[in-house]
């Protein structure tokens, strides 16, 4: 039995034991209180924000926004277009030394810990604290990754929220490799660049495995701020950083002491670099974007696309080099406009003065700026942008004429100080050896387009002296006359009637009224002579227009305007004229170039096309280019009189499995139209050969080649000059002229200014190529004609010479002295 004293003694005991423990019970309640409420709340949060969070599945399958890169046909780069540069990299492709300094830098528990790391976040917590501002972030690798890929970058509570619910089911959803390698694709280093790989070619020009460890640390300590530890704008900050991150990989044993020490000593080296760049072709990126565009959108841009295009890089590369120099070489002969500017040069200026001054101009095509530092009597010293010192000797400076006005050109210098003067900045063309010549931006333009006859695939394309200066497309977009160039088009239709290269028209003078001109017409030869009756082989390789236009007349400008639509040209846009036979219909240079690979392929219409394929951001072929083929060894329609520009069915020789590279024969809907018979297609490369032989275009049998062919192309007032050649596996159609239509000057035909083009670029390009001559087909015949009637002469005539005809197409042996009679054998037609 207890006694009341001792009860209460318990009491009290129990009193003084329960003061003790209730303050601890009551926080321990309150700290679970808080919890159970915290994570009510954060539960309550997360089913809020859970529709705004990303699945699991859109989490696997984020697309980043990858540059659209072009490519020529082999593979090298063209150009890489979109608003950020990101070359995304496997965690397998991450150098081990790339790998650890982003880990030092920032997340060296990475693969050891949970995303979210409650310590970190505590430590950053601290040390802002003490510093009183933001110093240290809290962020560890997969959160980074969750803010940079599935969240915006705003410094909300909410947004922090979202970052840890996405960090919590990455966490769970992705293996670390997959994480560091999201992380190392996605994160900002400026400069437009995101992802690791990105970063090492903008800042120092290499991919990931050429990088230094001081390069890694440099790219490693930039994701914290990338403005301010930006190696080109702030290489001290940076280097300062660099040696933070070269202490931590230190510290945790990723680098020895010697390395470290070494990589510290390393000089920032930091410098921009463009995407590299191996094949120069600015018009066919573009014209590769805008289809692009059309197909996928704006997605085109920003989804990884890898367009292989039909260009080839040596090609490419000489189209550029025949195109910017002959137009340099033309501008030449018009004259020395003076220098694009003035300086006042200091007797000591340094070189790195120099740089500065020539680095306000900007280089344009090959040419380069450059400030002239002294002169000799016929020489002169100048400074050339990021080259350094140049000498231009007499030979790069006689040609600098003042230009005077139109046409118009000063006496011939004879000194260098008649041309230049110290403190002139001017434009050089400058070669690697410190020799340079004298050079101005030319306002004339040109174009030239090479393709493939037998498939349409356009090997090179050039739009213009400097796409980055002018991006007009001139190859597509300008919509020029091609003048005589047009001529072989219905010298075509004409052997189709009935004619035949030695059919005879007269050279004479001719007035033609009516037919659609509003006054009357006296054409004449572009050398102003004329004669008589002459073969129309001749006419063509010297290109007369008095010979023309009468079988134009002949012909009759609807019928050619139907014949001309099989070789792509449009009838809507041709004059119902007899102007038409001097070719006054708009055309561009790439439909020339189309319709010559009529001629050049044996007689198909072939499109011509720029993208072989498509390959989207996980290597997979998307889209394949399927060109039909001119096929000369399929079999042919029995008759081509009613011949119509649609494919022919016809069953395939296995021979022609060989344009496939060996993949069998052709399908029937992969075979290009036959728009000429075989028969007309010969005898007009025979005529064209001519052309180059003896005709317009004899500058080219500097060439030495027996199987090359073309026509020349001028038009009024020497406004546009064109020359359209082809050898049997490539055709290419050069174009000069100004955008605002005004004169090249007297004399400045397509024999002068176009063809020298054509030859630059052809010389090359034919290089190694071996000749190929295409064998006659049935149908045709040789006979010996009189060279000045065109009529048939005994096999014994001394005079005579020989000529190829269509079978059913044959002149008489009757001696014409004018006119067709006894040449043309069509009766009821008359020849003007």
Known sequence: MHSPRGERKQRESFSVKWKQVRIPIAALGGVMLFTLLGLYAYACTYVYLEPSLPTSEQMRHVALKVPLRIYTSTGDLIAQIGAQQRTPVRYDQIPPVVRDAFLAAEDHRFFH?????????????????????????????????????????????????????????????????????????????????????AAAQTYFGKSLNELTVAQAATLAGMPQAPSLYNPIIHPHLAAARRSYVLQRMLDLGYINA??????????????????????????????????MDQWYGPAAETAGYRVYTTIDGRLQSLANRAVQLGLIEYDRRHGWRGPIGRTVLAADATPAQLEQLVDEYTPVGMLSPAVVVKLGTQNAQVYVRSRGFADIEWNGLSWARKELGENALGPAPKTAADVLARGDVVYVVADESGHAQLAQVPQAQSALVALDPNDGSIAALVGGFDYYSNKFNRATQAERLPGSGFKPIYYSAALHKGFTPATTLLNAPLVVGGEGLEATWRPENDSGAFGGPIRLRVALAHSLNLVSIRLMRDLGTQYVSHWASRFGFDPKTMPQNLTLALGTLPVTPLQMATAYSVFANGGFKVTPYFIGRVEDASDKVIWQSTPR???????????????????????FLAEASDLRGGEGPLPPDRLAPRVISPQNDYLMNSM????????????????????????????NDYRDAWFNGYAPELEATVWVGYDDNRSLGYDEEGAHVALPIWMHFMRYALQGVPQWQRPMPPGIVRLRISPRTGALVSDESPNGISEVFMANHLPTAAPGVGGAQGTQTQSGDSIF
């Open 113 to 197: 810990e949970s995303g979210i790391s409650l310590l970190a976040i505590a430590r950053a917590a601290v040390v802002d604290l003490i510093a009183g501002r933001k110093v240290q972030g809290g962020s560890t690798i997969t959160m980074q990754a969750a803010r940079n890929v599935f969240l915006t970058l705003d410094k909300t509570f909410r947004r922090k929220l979202q970052e840890s619910f996405v960090t919590y089911q990455m966490d769970h959803d992705f293996t670390k490799q997959e994480i560091f390698q999201l992380y190392l694709n996605v994160i900002f280093f400026g400069q437009r660049s995101y992802g690791i790989a």
């Open 258 to 291: 010697a390395t470290a020490e070494a990589a510290n000593k390393a000089p920032v080296g930091a410098s921009p670099h463009a995407p590299r760049i191996a094949v120069n072709a600015p018009y066919v990126a573009e014209m590769v974007r805008e289809q």
């Open 629 to 651: 083929i001119a096929c000369a060894l399929c079999a042919q329609p029995a008759s081509l009189d009613d011949l119509k520009p649609e494919p022919t069915p016809a069953a």
């Open 688 to 715: 064209l050969k001519d052309v180059i032989k003896y005709g317009t275009g004899v500058r080219a049998l500097a060439l030495n080649r027996s199987d090359i062919a073309g026509k020349t192309g001028t038009t």
